[in-house]
């Protein structure tokens, strides 16, 4: 008798296992029924805590009128694309997803993110926008938002009007006898090709080309030009002057601007908010071109993708198109995150706050950050080359070339 | 000596209770067990756990994930068998932590493997169908200046069919089957609202099989070349062509614009032109050892390789000797009894170990922050040292900025083994006339080091490893702008690979897997070496 207690023990788990798998079956089977009722009206969207409470007013309206169920799970921004990426082909990643433009060359690439279609209302959007959600020629995403960065006067500083050359710009700021002049925030080791795209670009020398249909082509390096050297070697004549320094990071940056101790900073609306609060009387204007060429920033753009793997697409488009999609909703998202909104008519609505309307007026001449997966291997190069362009660190047209023939060498080899 | 003379007594008379485990003739499985307050805990415990497990292999089931409702099974049955029988002691204490090393070691180290044979990354992210399906889609682009039709979707028995308003106004009816044609319909708000012969479904029916609607396709004419009108929101439609076509049988794809064929290749995991272009989606498929053969044939990393190991060994010696060294020193120094205030000064050093790493790292970035950080601004004067940026200084900082993270680890360790040194060796050392010196040389320092050195092998092996601190710190830079990859002064093996494996054009999580066992491989044998030479230490005893 006491042999069998393992027996028992056996024969118990054993029933307990059954049980479990009878159990695990009959309900599964259930669950299936049920699920492609519920799942017919249940909707994943992932979305980051600054989205999340406009969504979810949206979310709640769209749920009573069509009588399904959108979950929102909140996640860290950061996070969202890898997630994406690796849960999609799982079938258990979500239908929706918020996220940035630059994200897409690695979303098509991996094939997880499904084209959407916006019929006539893509005339709707602002061009830049819907450029940006576009990759090869296909829309991927919904815009929702538009950000860039300008130049942000403290116009108690220099009552007098904006220059227009970089040079006449950096001369007047100087004049005031601030300690700094135009602040240009950077990072000791990566630096900041971000804020120091608009200068770059004013030497007519953006990263990529473009090809027949406007879509940056990865082949074509266009910062690989005379355009490209004068920049370095005005980058290194800034440094020398002290204009940039690789120490001033974005928050000393910020510091200063709101002690007043410049009258200029280029940087994006994130910051500008604790500007006005501060009490600082600022405006925003494009950056003045150094190269001779107008100055164009980076316009980022975010919004929502729809999900390749989506087992509720049709909802998912529903929701995406025609609800996310309105100028209600995208004048919802502005009054909660404060970015400026992708749709036109959102847009003239807040026209008379002239901060977002600044914004959005530079960002007019914008031109979307490369969202090619080529566009990763640019950045480390970029940004370690400039920090040794603004510190003197050889000649900066050697410099230029070496860096241009590494990101080519990089991109070659991909 | 009562107890030894009591237990006789006992296993010979049958004397309420009996002891746990001695053997019984008769009684069911419940008489058998002993009702005490111990088993009711068990069980409540033992039941906690199935509820979980059994909660785990539902929800698993629905998901449809087989291979993690197997391991429930079998993990449930084992706590249970093992947990309610009288004999298996030693698994008794043994199963919770052999489950979680399988969960968390084992799977995690076959996984690793798996994938490192793999070319698992961007690009190559699921499987062949799935690879098809984006590329399909990805490729089906709407008729430029085709007209948006409103849209009713409509069945016929088992039939769908979209029912939309044509540009002129009229209603026109099709299926998969059947192209769109003219059809009488009543129309409300310039949509369809109903047809004769069809019913027209409402939203919530829709959703009930979008899954159909939205692959559905109707064709507007014969000629399949002009394009189908499909619906993404069950109320739109919107003519579409496709300019890719795959042939399942032959395993190519044809772009019907150029006319191009690209051939599934099995051993890429991607669709490749006889000019050897390739589509930009592909599938994860077995690479064999190429993963681990590039790192030693591709000359673009082969050559930071053997610098970036070279500085990983630098690094992790020197800051087990240094931490050590300094640790010592403290221990040594707060050991002696004349030292007034020792617990104060003892506590203190503790400090930066108690910090979490990654907060001290960052703290200390900002501090050697060349032109606003304390140590150039208020401790040198205002003093502008590139302590991130240059190559050497950078790599000296690394070092001290470790060293400051791990001396509290060695102080405490040598504190411990110090204590433990009895004070009469020395006493006899003293007798036979050595010298302080020669005390800590020939007394101290081996009968330190045979409790200390398995710790310093496994610092080692943890500093090797150590990505934190330099990607925290300096992020492996300052970069060298010169090299084909991306690798600067400070890189270790770890955080090379880090940015090899995720800085580049796509992230390559099966290079990332096969450097990781090269690593692995590494300090695995140096460490079986150094401890096979502090068995010698051991001979001391």
């Known amino acids: ?414 | 000596m009562t107890d030894t003379s009591t237990r006789p007594d006992r296993t010979d008379a049958p004397a309420p209770p009996p002891p746990p485990g001695s053997p019984r003739p008769t009684g069911s499985w419940w008489s058998r067990q002993d009702l005490t307050r111990g088993f009711w805990v068990k069980t409540v415990l033992v039941a906690l756990v199935d509820a979980l497990g059994v909660y785990g292999i539902l929800a698993a089931g629905a998901l449809g994930q087989w291979g993690i409702v197997a391991f429930l099974v079998v993990a449930l049955v084992v706590v249970n068998v093992v947990y309610f029988s009288k004999r298996m002691l030693p698994a008794k204490y043994l199963v919770p932590g052999l489950i979680f090393l399988l969960v968390y070691q084992v799977f995690v180290v076959l996984y690793t493997g798996f994938t490192a044979f793999t070319n698992y990354g961007d690009g190559h992210n699921s499987t062949q169908a799935d690879a098809v399906e984006a590329i399909l889609v990805q490729n089906e682009v709407r008729l430029p200046d085709s007209p948006t039709y409103p849209l009713t979707v409509v069945v016929n028995g088992d039939e769908l069919g979209f029912a939309v308003v044509d540009g002129e106004g009229d209603a026109e009816l099709g299926t998969a089957e059947e192209p769109l044609e003219p059809v009488d319909a009543t129309l409300e708000n310039g949509r369809v609202a109903s047809v004769d012969g069809w019913e027209t479904l409402q939203f919530a029916q829709v959703l009930e099989r979008q899954d159909e609607i939205f692959a559905l396709r109707v064709p507007i004419s014969d000629d399949p070349n002009d394009g189908s009108v499909r619906t993404p929101d069950g109320s739109t439609g919107y003519v579409y062509v496709s300019t890719m076509e795959w042939d399942e049988a032959a395993g190519t794809i044809t772009n019907t614009t150029t006319g191009q064929v690209y051939t599934a290749d099995e051993e890429q995991g991607a669709f490749v032109a006889s000019d050897g272009s390739q589509l930009g989606t592909g599938w994860k498929v077995f690479v064999g050892f190429d993963n681990f053969t590039r790192v030693f044939t591709d000359s673009t990393l082969a050559g930071p390789f053997v610098g970036v190991l070279l500085w990983t060994f630098a690094f992790a010696i020197l800051s087990v000797v240094l931490t050590f060294g300094l640790g010592l020193f403290m221990a040594i120094v707060l050991n002696h009894p004349k030292v007034r205030g020792r617990k104060i000064y003892r506590s203190l050093l503790i400090v930066p170990y108690a910090f979490p790493a990654f907060l001290t790292a960052l703290v200390w970035q900002g501090m050697l922050n060349r032109d606003f950080g304390f140590v150039n601004a208020t401790l040198l004067g205002g003093a502008s040292i590139p302590w991130l940026t240059d190559p050497w200084l950078a790599k000296i900082s690394v070092l001290v900025v470790n060293l400051w993270l791990g001396f509290p680890y060695m102080f405490l360790i040598c504190t411990g083994a110090l204590q433990s040194i009895p004070n009469e060796i020395y006493e006899a050392g003293k007798i036979d006339g050595a010298k302080p010196l020669r005390l800590f040389r020939s007394l101290t320092m081996p009968l330190l080091l045979v409790s200390t050195a398995p710790l310093l092998i496994s610092s080692f092996a943890f500093n090797f490893n150590n990505f934190n601190v330099v990607y925290l710190l300096t992020e492996g830079g300052p970069d060298d702008l010169s090299a084909p990859v991306d690798v600067g002064a400070t890189d270790i093996l770890i955080t090379f690979v880090y940015r090899l494996a995720f800085g580049g054009v796509n992230r390559q999580y099966g290079l990332a897997c096969a450097v990781s066992i090269l690593i692995f491989l590494i300090v695995a044998s140096i460490s079986a070496a150094t401890f096979s030479k502090t068995r010698a230490l051991e001979d001391l005893h």
Request: charged share 20%.
């Open chain 1, 1 to 414: 008798m006491r042999r069998s207690i393992p027996v028992v023990a056996a024969t118990l788990g054993l029933a307990l296992t059954l049980a479990a798998c009878s159990g695990s079956s009959g309900e599964t089977t259930d669950d299936a029924s049920e699920s492609s009722a519920a799942n017919a009206g249940t909707l994943t969207v992932w979305v980051d805590d600054t989205r999340s409470g406009p969504v979810k007013e949206v979310a709640t309206a769209f749920e009573e009128e069509k009588g399904v169920t959108v979950k929102l799970v909140q996640k860290d921004f950061g996070d969202i694309r890898d997630d994406f990426i690796s849960q999609a082909p799982t079938g258990q990643g979500p239908d929706v997803i918020v996220g940035a433009h630059d994200w897409l060359g690695k979303l098509v690439q991996n094939g997880v993110v499904a084209p959407i279609e916006l019929g006539d209302k893509a005339e709707d959007f602002l061009p830049v926008s819907t450029q940006a959600m576009s990759y090869e020629g296909t829309l991927y995403g919904l815009p929702y938002s538009v950000e860039n960065i300008a130049l942000v006067k403290n116009k108690d500083l220099v009552p007098d009007a904006t220059p227009t050359t970089f040079d006449e710009l950096v001369a007047q700021a100087k004049a005031t006898g601030t300690q700094y002049s135009v602040l240009i925030q950077q990072d000791e080791k990566t630096g900041d090709p971000y804020h120091m795209y608009p200068l770059q670009t004013s030497f007519g020398a953006p990263v990529f080309g473009t090809d027949a249909d406007g879509a940056y082509d990865a082949a074509q390096l266009a910062m690989d030009s005379d355009g490209g050297r004068a920049f370095a070697a005005y980058v290194a004549k800034l440094g020398a002057e002290g204009v940039l320094n690789t120490s001033l990071s974005g928050d000393v940056a910020k510091e200063a601007f709101i002690n007043g101790q410049a009258p200029y900073m280029i940087t994006g609306p994130w910051n500008v908010g604790d500007f006005v609060s501060a009490g600082i009387n600022v405006g925003i204007e494009k950056v003045p071109s150094a190269g001779g060429q107008p100055s164009q920033p980076f316009v980022g753009v975010q919004g929502f993708f729809i999900s390749a793997k989506s087992k509720n697409a049709l909802l998912a488009n529903e929701f995406v198109v025609n609800y996310l999609g309105t100028k209600d909703v995208q004048l919802a998202m502005y009054e909660a995150g404060g970015r400026a909104p992708a749709l036109q008519s959102a847009l003239d609505e807040i026209g008379d706050d002239a901060i977002v309307g600044g914004f959005a007026e530079v960002g007019k001449d914008g031109v979307p950050m490369p969202s090619i997966p080529a566009m990763d291997t640019v950045w480390a190069d970029w940004g370690a080359t400039e920090v040794a362009l603004v510190n003197q660190q050889g000649d900066p047209a050697a410099l230029w070339d070496q860096m241009t023939a590494s990101i080519s060498g990089k991109i070659a080899a991909s």
